[in-house]
């Protein structure tokens, strides 16, 4: 797509799609929806060239924003009842107020499942009320319904009416249809730790000593392994905590725990908590990861002594009240695998009252509530001996046949039966196998003889055979039977590793590569500031990332990244403490699939146009492959400080991204040379890669043949430039290589900034990859100089003088009468000078004015001829004077002072004092072929006392004749004479010289052979 002057360019957001066009014509759409949480948007614009314009930019008036649905709750006024039924209350409540258009329940609003009849009205502008007068046909679910406004019927918008017609869907339905009030039996605490009971039944439990930064801990001697219960306890006071105000150590956390030692809050899986007379909810939704509810805290409400919370378990949901009214509704499910619970509290400072529940005290037996299949040395992906299957139990046994004893077969089969498809029959292990408790609750067994085995992942179930009796730690519970269930077996029989090679690890920031595919973070911090890439590509084709699981506890992100680009485009993100499973899209989250587990392998494979994210070769999530995202590499950001991600493999790598250069430099080491940018002997190029290079040749000094092999110099029009008939380089560093010129002799004058260098036969691979592809792209063109003239100045010859005298090099006024004094120098800066030069007087007599600078003219004496020139007026003051006129002041000057007017050779025109810049000249650059010569112009105005002392002029010589003569000698038709206006060092020594060396000194305007 292009466009001209003229064209008009839109970019434009409809609903959730944005679109560009092009003088109203769509030509792309944007792949990405706007959502919500992107607003608001503001206008940017970013011109790269000079003189670029945007014209006419506009923008069509602000829309306001529609309101939406941001909670559907219902709630059981009179707790009749624990169901569906009239006069339960649906609340409807809005982000913002809204124009609260008239209308009945029906005519606002759409419900996903039917309600039955309702009679409703607006709380205020952004809440609505409604009660259910008939259940007919109703199907109302707590966690699924979600309601709509109408777009059919009664449009609500914002307060002003402005805003479009609301139009989201809302969150599911939230809430309770009613349940019982809690009775109170105590608590009984145990395991206390830094807490202490009390009250009428010792079911209050405070914290022991009231101690900064100390949490304590206690659990409940009762356990609820089945069935329906709710906790309550009673607050008496504010719970202030030392002056803390964040929720990171609250006053006092009770809930529900799977643990029977409850030492940390984080153990608590649904607790409220309160401090600072406010309350929250704490979740443990995963092994580490704790949420705070609300999110934007910090709580949800304030409380007062008196108010009695609870936590109802009803099934697998679980309900937080407060006076009876449930506040919330955790989204996270209760797994039946998490029983048995117990009551747990961690208290700072302050006191949990009559801490109670309302279920019987049933010691069930242990029950079986995973199996899981694993191969140590994963070294294939069958069943095979030595492959080990862990059946889990719920809670400690009493370990029949001993801890750590060795049981065989027919022991296992009296503990435990597997099947396959079928009823209960024996067992489908094969024909020999071994096992023991590990521990109290683990049950392990090793698969010896496998003939004859019929065990399949995620189908062959195990159950306990309730032979030989399994009772809890205390022999005190009934013994587990099969009537208890079954569980499927889940894990592996070992990962079949594909062929693949170890990630090399470049570009790491607080990172380190650790070898075989590893990267190691070494900042100690808990930040996503770790990062690295492969030096391996994928140019295209399939392949796979696949890495190893090595502690669920490290948090990362890694995936596969386009060469080039800052972000990744495919990717998982395992940035959640409990490593939920989560693929990402060029950073949009795909969704949550499962979660990942010690020793998993996960890989991410590209194959036949897809991406698929797989857990040991079992496919969670697939993509549609995006082709323009080639070429890619690995991609790796750590966030667990000191943390590692490891055995980091790659399929089928192409090349490894080869160097580039990055700058080529030319430069004359001594500045030897008497004329400026003359190349010759001893000039230096250097040329810098980005990356660390394989040396091809070695560290060693390298003669022209090899320097040719792998270099060729070229100009902007494809032309060979040579620099020599001999070049000697050596790498200096693995990405540094240095060129000297030994023999100027046969070079094709190349001129600095025309030039590039181009691989040559040799190739430069990046360290590592000897064998892989080098360097592919012309270098950036070469900078620097071939030499730059010094010439330390010589005394300047006053001629011209008017009014004044001269004493060698320094100009007086001879009468404080008679006019101004001025003078001429005898020299001048040539025509055609390119190099620096300068002219310069030292600073005597603060007393009168003087100006001192360049003129074209070579006779007058006029401060008005003066085009560029230092003045020092008497007062001190350092001033500026160009072209008849002055133009600031800049700084002071002293006595002593070392003053120069200098002609750069970028033609820019500065003045300076003692060599500090005061002054850039804001003029055009001189023309040195049409401005040029400059001569020294000197005028002294007032007092007597007045000099230009010591002054010089530094200024390459230049060719003052050229004298074209027949000598007569055979052979030679011409001799031409050049004559120098001064001295100089003769490059290239007294001669005699060969063509080549004179076509570096001269230039002439002919062809003379």
Same mark, same amino acid.
Request: include cysteine; hydrophobic fraction near 35%; aromatic fraction near 8%.
């Given at each position: ?11 434009a957001?409809?609903?959730s ?6 003088n109203?014509?769509?030509f ?7 959502s ?10 970013g011109?790269?060239q ?16 529609s309101?939406y ?6 709630? =059981? ?5 624990n ?6 209350k649906f ?14 329940a029906?005519q606002?609003?759409q ?11 607006w709380? !205020?502008?952004?809440i609505?009320?409604?009660?259910v ?5 109703a ?6 319904t979600t309601?709509?406004?109408? /777009? ?10 402005t805003?479009a017609v ?19 039996v ?8 830094q ?9 209050d439990?405070?914290?022991? =000593? @009231?101690v900064p ?6 659990t409940s ?8 219960f709710?906790?309550a ?10 002056g803390?105000?964040?929720?990171? /150590? ?12 409850v ?6 899986m649904?607790?409220?908590?309160v401090?600072q ?5 704490r979740?443990?939704?995963?092994p580490?990861l704790?949420?705070t509810?609300p999110?934007?805290g910090p ?11 609870c936590i109802?378990v009803?099934?697998t949901?679980?309900?937080?009240? #407060? ?18 619970l117990y ?7 302050g006191? /949990?009252?009559?801490v109670?529940?309302d ?5 069930y ?7 899981? +299949? ?6 294939d992906?069958?069943?095979d +001996?030595?492959d080990t299957?862990s059946l889990r139990m ?6 029949p ?9 027919p022991?296992i089969?009296q503990l ?6 079928g009823?209960?029959a024996?067992?489908?292990l094969?024909?020999d ?14 698969l ?6 019929q ?7 195990f159950?306990?055979?309730g032979n030989?009796?399994?009772l809890?730690?205390?022999n005190?519970?009934g013994?587990?039977?099969p009537?208890y269930?079954?569980?499927?077996l889940?894990?592996?029989? &070992?990962?079949?590793k594909e062929?693949?090679v170890?990630?090399?690890w470049?570009?790491?920031t ?12 070494t900042g ?7 990062e ?5 590509v994928?140019?295209? &084709?399939?392949?796979f ?5 090595a ?6 992100h890694?995936g596969?990244r ?9 990717? /998982?993100?395992?940035s ?9 899209i060029?950073?949009? &989250? ?6 990942v587990?010690?020793d998993?392998v996960?890989?991410?494979r590209?194959?036949s146009g897809a991406?698929?994210?797989e857990?040991n070769?079992?496919?969670?999530f697939t ?11 690995v991609?790796?950001?750590?966030f667990?400080a000191?943390?590692e991600?490891?055995e980091?493999?790659?399929? !089928? ?9 990055t700058? @080529? ?5 001594d500045d030897?040379?008497?004329v +400026? !940018?003359?190349?010759s002997?001893g ?13 091809p040749?070695?560290l ?22 040579v620099?020599?008939n ?7 560093s693995?990405?540094?290589?240095v060129?000297?010129?030994?023999? $100027?002799?046969? !070079?094709?004058a ?21 064998a ?8 950036p063109?070469?900078?620097?100089d071939?030499?730059?003239?010094h ?21 007086? #006024?001879?009468?404080p ?9 005898q020299q001048?800066?040539a ?6 030069a300068?002219?310069?007087?030292i ?7 003087r ?14 001829d ?9 007062s001190g003051l350092f001033?500026?004077w160009e ?7 800049f ?7 070392e003053?120069r007017?200098a002609?750069t ?5 500065q ?14 650059? @001189? ?5 040029l010569?400059?001569?020294?112009d000197?005028?002294?105005?007032e007092t007597?006392?007045q000099?230009v ?5 530094s200024?390459?010589?230049?060719p #003052?004749?050229l004298i ?5 000698l055979?052979g030679i038709?011409y ?10 060092d003769?490059?290239?020594? $007294?001669?005699?010289?060969?063509s080549?060396?004179?076509n570096?000194?001269w ?5 003379i052979g």
């Open positions: 797509m292009t466009y001209q002057a003229g064209d008009e360019v839109e970019v957001i409809v609903g799609t944005v679109v560009y066009k092009l109203g014509t769509v792309a759409t944007s792949g990405r929806p706007v919500r949480d992107d607003y608001p948007f503001r206008i940017e614009a011109l790269q000079d003189g670029a314009t945007l014209s006419n930019v506009l923008t069509c008036p602000e829309v306001p924003a309101p649905i941001t909670g559907f709750n219902i709630q =059981d006024p009179d707790e009749s009842d169901f569906f039924s009239i006069g339960d609340t409807i409540t809005f982000n913002k107020a809204t124009s609260r258009p008239a209308g009945t029906a606002l609003f419900f996903s499942d039917s309600v039955g009849s309702l009679t409703g009205a709380l !205020n502008s952004s609505y009320c409604a009660t007068s008939d259940t007919s046909g199907a109302v679910a707590i966690g699924s309601v709509t406004p109408n /777009l059919g019927g009664i449009g609500i918008r914002d307060a002003t009416d805003s609301a139009n989201e869907v809302s969150p599911p339905l939230t809430g309770r249809f009613g349940t019982t009030k809690p009775s109170t105590p608590v009984t605490w145990t395991n206390l730790r807490m202490v009971t009390g009250g009428p039944n010792n079911s439990v405070s914290a022991a =000593d @009231v930064n100390v949490l304590s801990g206690a001697s009762e356990v609820f392994r089945e069935g329906d709710t906790i306890f009673t607050v008496e006071d504010d719970f202030e905590v030392n803390r105000t964040d929720d990171s /150590l609250a006053a006092a956390i009770l809930g529900i725990t799977n643990t029977d030692d030492s940390h809050p984080d153990q608590i649904f607790a409220i908590t401090g007379s406010q309350y929250w909810i979740e443990r939704v995963g580490e704790i949420v509810i999110p934007s709580y949800e409400g304030l409380h007062v002594a008196g108010d009695v919370f109802q009803r099934g949901a679980v309900h937080y009240l #407060r006076n009876d009214t449930i506040f919330h509704t955790s989204e996270v499910a209760l797994p039946i695998t998490e029983r048995p009551v747990g509290a961690s208290i700072q400072n006191t /949990l009252s009559n109670r529940y279920s019987e005290l049933l010691l037996p242990p029950t079986l509530v995973a199996a899981t +299949a694993n191969d140590d040395s994963d070294d992906g069958s069943v +001996a030595e299957i719920s809670e400690g046994t009493n370990t046949g001993g801890l750590n004893s060795v049981q065989l077969r022991a089969d435990f039966t597997s099947f396959t498809d009823a209960r024996g067992n489908v094969g024909a196998y071994t096992g023991s408790w590990t521990n109290a609750s683990v049950f392990s067994i090793t010896q003889d496998i003939t004859g085995n065990l399949v992942l995620d189908s062959t179930k159950a306990v055979a030989t009796p399994i809890n730690a205390a005190t519970s013994h587990a039977t009537a269930g079954d569980v499927t889940i894990g592996d029989f &070992g990962i079949f062929p693949g170890p990630v090399t470049e570009n790491l607080n990172a380190v590569d650790g070898g075989n595919g590893t990267i190691r973070k100690t911090a808990d930040l996503f500031d770790a690295g890439d492969s030096s391996q994928i140019l295209s &084709g399939d392949t990332l696949e890495f190893r699981i502690d669920t506890d490290q948090l990362f890694i596969f386009t060469v080039g680009q800052p972000a990744f485009t495919y990717s /998982l993100d395992f959640e403490r409990h490593l939920l499973f989560v693929p990402k060029r950073g949009l &989250g795909r969704g949550a699939f499962g979660t587990r010690h998993d996960v890989r991410i590209i194959a991406v698929t994210f857990v070769d079992e496919v969670r993509e549609q492959l995006d082709e323009a995202a080639y070429p890619l590499e991609y790796a950001m750590i667990t000191s943390g991600i490891t980091v493999r790659i399929n !089928n790598p192409a090349l490894a991204i080869p160097p580039e250069i700058s @080529v430099t030319i430069d004359d080491p030897a040379d008497g +400026a !940018n003359l190349l002997v000039d230096e190029i250097t040329v810098l890669f980005n990356k660390a290079t394989t040396t040749g070695g060693v000094d390298q003669p022209n043949n090899d320097i040719n092999g792998l270099f060729t110099f070229k100009s902007a029009d494809d032309t060979v430039e620099f020599g001999d070049l000697s380089g050596r790498w200096t693995t990405s540094i290589f060129m000297t010129i030994l023999n $100027s002799q046969g !070079n094709s190349p001129e600095i900034g025309d030039v590039r260098l181009h691989p040559g036969t040799t190739a430069i691979p990046p360290a590592g990859y000897a892989l592809e080098g360097w592919v792209t012309p270098s063109l070469t900078t620097g071939y030499g730059v003239y010439n330390l100045g010589e005394a300047i010859v006053w001629t011209n003088i008017i009014n004044g005298t001269a004493t060698g090099n320094t100009l007086a #006024r001879t009468s009468f008679g006019g101004a004094t001025g003078a001429i120098s001048c800066i025509r055609g000078t390119r190099a620096d300068y002219i310069e007087f600073a005597t007599s603060r007393s009168g004015n100006i001192f600078g360049f003129t074209r003219a070579d006779t007058g004496v006029l401060k008005t003066i085009l560029y020139g230092a003045q020092l007026a008497g001033q500026v072209d008849q006129g002055l133009v600031g002041t700084g002071t000057w002293n006595d002593g002072d003053i007017v002609l050779r970028t033609q820019q025109v003045y300076l004092v003692n060599d500090t810049v005061r002054y850039t000249s804001q003029r055009s650059a @001189v023309a040195v072929e049409r401005d010569p400059f001569y020294v000197a005028y002294i105005h007597e006392a000099t002392s010591n002054a010089i002029i200024s390459p010589p230049e #003052r004749s074209q003569s027949d000598p007569g055979a038709d001799l031409l004479t050049i004559t120098m206006t001064r001295a100089c003769q490059p290239g020594g $007294s001669g005699p010289h060969g080549s060396v004179v570096q000194l230039t002439f305007d002919a062809d």
